[in-house]
Nanobody
């Protein structure tokens, strides 16, 4: 499975962005899809995950109520809608695919290349 993330950019605090992750080369609907992020000098951290059908989602406490993960299996794409962005959300955001619902990065088999989100104060 190949994953291609897009949609990052520069936004002011309080603004919004929507990230997309397009999958190819596999059966997209077989996988849980997650978003992770890595800020400069920090470890990669879990952001959100969504189940095969989209019926189950899980979020890190730091983004709950601000970010929404969704997917369109017909388009082989997962999204991350980010609202009320804060400077501490600045990071490279990665999408990833796993056969399991998990927050652990090591359980994800496939990773996209990352897209940079910069939030200015």
């Amino acid at each position: 499975v190949q994953l291609q993330a897009s949609g990052g950019g520069l936004v002011q605090a309080g603004g919004s962005l929507r990230l997309s992750c397009a999958a190819s080369g596999g059966t997209f609907s077989n996988y849980y899809m997650g978003w992770f992020r890595q800020a400069p000098g920090k470890e990669r951290e879990f952001v959100a995950v969504i189940s095969w059908s989209g019926g189950m989602t899980d979020y890190a406490d730091s983004v709950k109520a601000r970010f929404t993960i969704s997917r369109d299996n017909a388009k082989n794409t997962v999204y991350l809608q980010m609202n009320n962005l804060k400077p501490e959300d600045t990071a490279v955001y990665y999408c990833a695919a796993s056969r399991y619902t998990t927050r652990r990065a090591m359980a994800y088999e496939y990773w996209g290349q990352g897209t940079l989100v910069t939030v200015s104060s």
